[in-house]
T-cell receptor, first 113, second 116 residues
Framework: AQTVTQSQPEMSVQEAETVTLSCTYD???????LFWYKQPPSRQMILVIR??????QNATENRFSVNFQKAAKSFSLKISDSQLGDTAMYFC??????????FGTGTRLQVTL | NAGVTQTPKFRILKIGQSMTLQCAQD?????MYWYRQDPGMGLKLIYY???????DKGEVPNGYNVSRSTTEDFPLRLELAAPSQTSVYFC???????????????FGEGSRLTVL
């Protein structure tokens, strides 16, 4: 079975600074997708970024980028120029060909002034 | 465009009662999912559907039932509610072509269920 591990239950970063959230996963599949979802206090799940495992280039979406290391099964999220609105729970997730997401336990990020 | 709509948003049940969580999407997505989120945990898949008339179990299906009679609707039925089913429930949908994977999931706002 696939597992997703987020080893940082909570993190804090000052506004305008950069923070990196860690994620590791375990799978025997070769073709899969990785995601970072954001869950603000409103509870709404919002897709932040997606990475296809067959692509070597790291995905980037504005201030959000990933460091995908397939051999190490690592998928970290970097948030640059952190903003107060980035305060949320962040979930790493894995999806194989069956398109069912397996989620990590989340990292609570607090952005402070 | 409403996206994924879940009702009710909050509900308190007594042990042994039954209820149905409703989920509807207006994006013509073929895949639909039900997840539960326990406090401090990630989301766990209860059931999913790849199209009308087709459903399958996820990681934690016990105590739940689903049906998918139309593309738009995917209700989740709780029979004989137990305190262990106290959780936040999320419905989601995605569009995937045949054999495809990795599509973005669009989530509803969640339904908080408490069983006392």
């Amino acid at each position: 079975a696939q597992t997703v591990t987020q080893s940082q239950p909570e993190m804090s970063v000052q506004e305008a600074e950069t923070v990196t959230l860690s994620c590791t996963y375990d799978t025997s599949e070769n073709n899969y997708y990785l995601f970072w979802y954001k869950q603000p206090p409103s509870r709404q799940m919002i897709l932040v970024i997606r990475q296809e495992a067959y692509k070597q280039q790291n995905a980037t979406e504005n201030r959000f980028s990933v460091n995908f290391q397939k051999a190490a099964k690592s998928f970290s999220l970097k948030i640059s120029d952190s903003q107060l609105g980035d305060t949320a729970m962040y979930f790493c997730a894995w999806s194989g060909t069956a398109s069912k997401l397996t989620f990590g336990t989340g990292t609570r990020l607090q952005v402070t002034l | 465009n409403a996206g994924v709509t879940q009702t009710p948003k909050f509900r308190i049940l007594k042990i042994g009662q039954s209820m149905t969580l409703q989920c509807a999407q207006d994006m013509n997505h073929n895949y639909m999912y039900w997840y539960r989120q326990d406090p401090g945990m990630g989301l766990k898949l209860i059931y999913y559907s790849v199209g009308a008339g087709i459903t399958d179990k996820g990681e934690v299906p016990n105590g739940y039932n689903v049906s998918r009679s139309t593309t738009e609707d995917f209700p989740l039925r709780l029979e004989l509610a137990a305190p262990s089913q106290t959780s936040v429930y999320f419905c989601a949908s995605s569009y995937l072509t045949s054999g495809g994977a990795g599509g973005e999931l669009f989530f509803g706002e969640g339904s908080r269920l408490t069983v006392l």
